[in-house]
């Protein structure tokens, strides 16, 4: 995304922002020597920039805080007036038969006593609050919506291999390493045994908006 923004930005810089000490580190080595990208560890509840920017732009990376209010406060704080916003998360009802799936594997005798303590990370809102939290934080122009994008997969190991890889991280974690890849072959069973499609039925919160003067 860094690459695609500097390619719409020829006179432009870009400062990138991610929580993962790995993400940043990796960035780092792929700007190495790119003047104008800067890359920092930061996380979005307590953004801080040294001058407000022209534009935020995020991809899936909202559903993971669970603070909206404090969030968009944040984000509105950083841009110039007039500044715009452009995002998109996962929203309401995203990946739920994946959801159910992962609930109900969580509760089998062999995997239960793993998740007792388990908290979810992940938070899916929908379009009209989103869009009232924005216009709270200092935002106009404010437009949020919601659309489906099924992703299918050719077959259930490879669904089992996704959900393990992009759906699962924070489960696994609390598996021990024998019982990963069981946990994602069962979670992705189920999915596909919904309808007999090894799919996952993602919804997008998009957003576009403007930082009021």
Not at 24 to 52: I, K, M, N, T
């Amino acid at each position: 995304m860094t690459e695609l923004l500097l390619a719409k930005l020829p006179e432009g810089s870009v400062l990138a922002i991610d929580g993962s000490r790995a993400m940043v580190e990796a960035a780092r080595r792929r700007f190495a020597g790119e003047p104008r990208v800067r890359v920092e560890r930061q996380d979005l509840l307590s953004l801080e920039v040294e001058e407000r920017v022209d534009l935020i732009f995020s991809t899936a990376t909202f559903h993971w805080i669970w603070d909206h209010d404090r969030l968009f406060e944040n984000l509105a704080r950083a841009l110039k007036p007039g500044g715009r916003l452009v995002a998109q998360c996962g929203g309401e009802g995203n990946i739920s038969r994946a959801t159910r799936a992962t609930k109900e594997t969580m509760k089998e005798e062999r995997f239960s006593d793993y998740f007792v303590c388990w908290h979810d990370d992940k938070y899916y809102a929908d379009a009209g609050t989103t869009a009232k939290r924005l216009e709270a934080a200092g935002f106009e122009e404010v437009q949020t919506w919601l659309h489906d994008e099924i992703a299918a997969f050719d077959s259930v190991d490879k669904l089992a291999r996704f959900v393990g890889t992009i759906v699962l991280g924070g489960h696994l974690k609390e598996l021990p390493e024998e019982e990963q890849l069981p946990f994602a072959a069962r979670v992705a069973e189920k999915v596909a045994g919904v309808d007999g499609r090894p799919a996952l039925d993602y919804v997008r919160l998009n957003m576009m908006a403007r930082r009021s003067a």
